[in-house]
């Protein structure tokens, strides 16, 4: 317990350099002003403002990326609230009411109970971010190989198929994402996969030319070609920004709750905010006084979402720093910023390199607090940015998009494959195939299988290995568990169904 | 899943129909599964104990298979879920726009006519029709940014007959 306050001190001290500061400030402001623009979550966020920071050291690099993981969470809760596009399924709830409470003239109030929120929820799952991740390290550093290799297996089950609307689609968004990590450098044999001859294609397929070309160009591709459906409408913010007495006294129960519901779900090794989110709105709408100002604007609607989301990004983080599991597409983003630099998170590098970890953690807090005092004030210009034309807005980000391939990797190769990244996150919308599991496998992928032969290579080739260990045994059970139970419970539906 | 999709489940009546697509994908699922083991045969078996490069490649091939067939069922009994209309122009001007970007830096264009042109066919592609100006403001912006990057950031850009002029 004390170590934790003792490594959260020191790691205060490095987050407040005033280099530092003013990295994360600049995060916090590029956060949330790409953040802000229609159709771009915070993983593409994330994704497209990762070269910004190759110039960096590693520490600042990742201080100033917490602050664009928040911003961009903040961002992207604006946008659901102003104009009814969410940027991620995870601000479906929020702009169920948001919207409707902006469209009523209560625009600065949703944003203000959003904002006031998810610092509320941020604070806290942070705090409890720092108190979980030693004791997870300390349970971590006795992981074999192929325990590792089991909790991926159960990671890579719950982000494609168990919570999905169709499993079978969810494992073919991760096949395709496992069958790109193969492409490459065989790190432990030298041999070259899939590379067909292409020199480019040795290295491996990038993750953020993945993230870039399905997230960016596929949205902007698919956004085209449905232009014909539907404008969207930007609700102006009338009337006050600030929440009245009545607003607070609806509020801070939700945020609470939201809370409660966010991190434990977020930092089970699961992952995704949509569960939180929806039960968080459903309980709100239950246990509401004003059950009739539900799907009409009610504020808790917004207060309890909002809160259940951010503390379930920061709950993600846990896995993440702890075990270097990735389990939602930004976490996966998070991990290529640390790779980047060679940098693998998990129980090493909490020993190793303290300083990084705990002034990133740090951060976080510092961001947090950023955001809420920049935030509402600077509303007017996050605004104005929302009011961009839409056929400037999606070119711009287009420009941005290849200017990070163009700037990291100028070969006729790379941006072939961002084009084509584009086309398939573009067919992948219109088919409803899920994204994430896509990122997810790339990036874990390759992880799995080598924990998985290492494991192999010291049980001289004894697949038992796997069984032996009861911790791998036990997960391996769960991701068999968690694969099997979507199709048993449908089956289970169906023959309901015929009975009645 | 909705709830039509749902009922729909219940019976199962021929009337429904293939979903050519489906099996388009379905069919790319098995091909991309076929790549996979081909590939995999020509890497050496070198390992003495454990997995080797080719054990991999193997599996996930297995799972593509599976799931191709899985893909296969949703669409012969057209489970797949309702598409909305689409406009094929739009996504053609801007993939266009993509490969004249490609092709301006292939060919030593440099950064700021590359981008220029993805600009300029992205926003047609969402329904302006001034070129002229739209080519103006792309060429500003993107010599705002080339600067930007490569005496601000000394991130290196590819350079052209423009960037040279700078």
């Known amino acids: 317990m004390m170590d934790t306050f003792a490594a959260l001190a020191h790691g205060m001290a490095v987050a407040m350099q005033p280099m530092n500061l003013l990295y994360a400030l600049i995060g916090v402001f590029l956060g949330t002003a790409v953040g802000v623009l229609p159709g771009i979550g915070p993983a593409l966020t994330v994704a497209?403002?990762?070269?910004?920071?190759?110039?960096?050291?590693p520490g600042g690099s990742l201080i100033m990326f917490a602050g664009i993981y928040y911003g961009g969470m903040y961002g992207g809760s604006t946008t659901a609230i102003l104009i009814n596009t969410p940027g991620e399924s995870a601000s479906m709830a929020t702009a169920l009411e948001g919207n409707k409470m902006a469209k009523a003239g209560r625009g600065g109030p949703a944003l203000a109970t959003s904002a006031i929120g998810s610092f509320v929820a941020g604070t806290i799952a942070t705090i409890g971010l720092a108190f979980l991740a030693p004791w997870l390290v300390d349970f971590a550093v006795r992981f074999g190989p192929e325990d590792y290799f089991a909790l991926m297996c159960v990671a890579f089950v719950t982000v494609s198929a168990t919570f999905g609307d169709s499993p079978v689609r969810g494992l073919t968004s991760l096949?395709?994402?496992?069958?790109?990590?193969?492409?490459?450098?065989?790190?432990?044999?030298?041999?070259a996969r899939l590379a067909f001859g292409i020199p480019e294609?040795?290295?491996?397929?990038?993750?953020?030319?993945?993230?870039?070309?399905?997230?960016?160009?596929?949205?902007?591709?698919?956004?085209?070609?449905?232009?014909?459906?539907?404008?969207?409408?930007?609700?102006?913010?009338?009337?006050?920004?600030?929440?009245?007495?009545?607003?607070?006294?609806?509020?801070?129960?939700?945020?609470?709750?939201?809370?409660?519901?966010?991190?434990?779900?977020?930092?089970?090794?699961?992952?995704?905010?949509?569960?939180?989110?929806?039960?968080?709105?459903?309980?709100?709408?239950?246990?509401?006084?004003?059950?009739?100002?539900?799907?009409?604007?009610?504020?808790?609607?917004?207060?309890?979402?909002?809160?259940?989301?951010?503390?379930?990004?920061?709950?993600?983080?846990?896995?993440?720093?702890?075990?270097?599991?990735?389990?939602?597409?930004?976490?996966?983003?998070?991990?290529?910023?640390?790779?980047?630099?060679?940098?693998?998170?998990?129980?090493?590098?909490?020993?190793?390199?303290?300083?990084?970890?705990?002034?990133?953690?740090?951060?976080?807090?510092?961001?947090?607090?950023?955001?809420?005092?920049?935030?509402?004030?600077?509303?007017?210009?996050?605004?104005?940015?929302?009011?961009?034309?839409?056929?400037?807005?999606?070119?711009?980000?287009?420009?941005?998009?290849?200017?990070?391939?163009?700037?990291?990797?100028?070969?006729?190769?790379?941006?072939?494959?961002?084009?084509?990244?584009?086309?398939?996150?573009?067919?992948m919308r219109r088919f409803d195939f899920p994204i994430a599991p896509v990122v997810i496998g790339l990036i874990l992928g390759p992880i799995a299988e080598s924990q998985l032969r290492r494991a192999l290579a010291i049980s001289l080739g004894d697949p038992m290995v796997l069984l032996q260990s009861p911790m791998s045994a036990t997960l391996l059970g769960i991701a068999l568990i968690a694969l099997l139970a979507p199709f048993v419970l449908k089956g289970l539906g169906r023959f309901k169904a015929n009975e009645d | 899943m909705t709830p039509d999709a749902a009922s729909e489940n219940l019976r199962p009546a021929p009337a429904r129909r293939v979903d050519r697509a489906g099996v388009v994908i379905a069919a790319a699922l098995a091909g991309l599964a076929a790549v996979l083991v081909w590939d995999a045969s020509k890497l050496p078996s070198t390992t003495m104990y454990g997995m080797g490069p080719e054990a991999m490649p193997v599996v996930i091939a297995i799972g593509l298979v599976i799931l191709a067939i899985g893909n296969l069922i949703d669409a012969l009994r057209g489970n797949l879920p309702p598409r909305e209309s689409m406009d094929p122009k739009p996504v053609g001007l801007i993939i266009g726009g993509l490969?004249?970007?490609?092709?301006?830096?292939?060919?030593?264009?440099?950064?700021?006519?590359?981008?220029?042109?993805?600009?300029?066919?992205?926003?047609?592609?969402?329904?302006?029709?001034?070129?002229?100006?739209?080519?103006?403001?792309?060429?500003?912006?993107?010599?705002?940014?080339?600067?930007?990057?490569?005496?601000?950031?000394?991130?290196?850009?590819?350079?052209?007959?423009?960037?040279?002029?700078?």
């Open chain 1, 201 to 427: 294609l040795l290295d491996g397929v990038e993750v953020t030319t993945l993230a870039v070309g399905l997230f960016a160009v596929g949205e902007a591709l698919y956004v085209a070609s449905r232009r014909h459906h539907a404008e969207e409408k930007l609700e102006p913010v009338r009337g006050s920004l600030w929440m009245t007495k009545e607003d607070w006294r609806r509020s801070w129960k939700p945020w609470l709750r939201g809370t409660l519901f966010g991190f434990p779900i977020g930092a089970l090794p699961a992952g995704g905010a949509e569960i939180p989110t929806f039960l968080s709105y459903s309980t709100e709408r239950r246990l509401t006084k004003h059950p009739e100002e539900f799907g009409k604007g009610a504020i808790e609607g917004v207060a309890g979402p909002e809160a259940a989301n951010n503390a379930s990004a920061a709950g993600t983080l846990v896995p993440l720093l702890t075990l270097g599991l990735p389990t939602s597409a930004t976490a996966a983003m998070m991990l290529a910023g640390f790779q980047q630099y060679g940098l693998n998170p998990g129980p090493l590098l909490f020993a190793e390199r303290p300083d990084l970890v705990w002034g990133l953690i740090a951060s976080l807090f510092i961001a947090n607090g950023m955001l809420l005092v920049l935030n509402l004030p600077l509303v007017g210009l996050w605004v104005r940015l929302l009011a961009i034309p839409q056929p400037w807005l999606y070119a711009g980000i287009l420009v941005f998009a290849t200017m990070g391939t163009i700037a990291a990797k100028p070969s006729v190769v790379e941006l072939s494959m961002l084009a084509a990244f584009g086309v398939m996150g573009f067919l």
């Open chain 1, 175 to 191: 096949f395709i994402g496992l069958t790109l990590g193969l492409v490459g450098i065989d790190k432990l044999t030298g041999q």
């Open chain 2, 99 to 166: 490969a004249l970007l490609i092709a301006i830096i292939g060919f030593g264009g440099g950064f700021i006519l590359a981008t220029s042109a993805l600009f300029v066919t992205t926003s047609a592609a969402f329904g302006r029709r001034a070129v002229l100006a739209d080519t103006a403001i792309a060429l500003v912006i993107t010599t705002l940014i080339y600067l930007a990057f490569d005496k601000l950031l000394t991130l290196s850009l590819p350079a052209g007959p423009l960037e040279r002029l700078l």
């Open chain 1, 48 to 57: 497209l403002l990762l070269p910004v920071t190759y110039k960096l050291d």
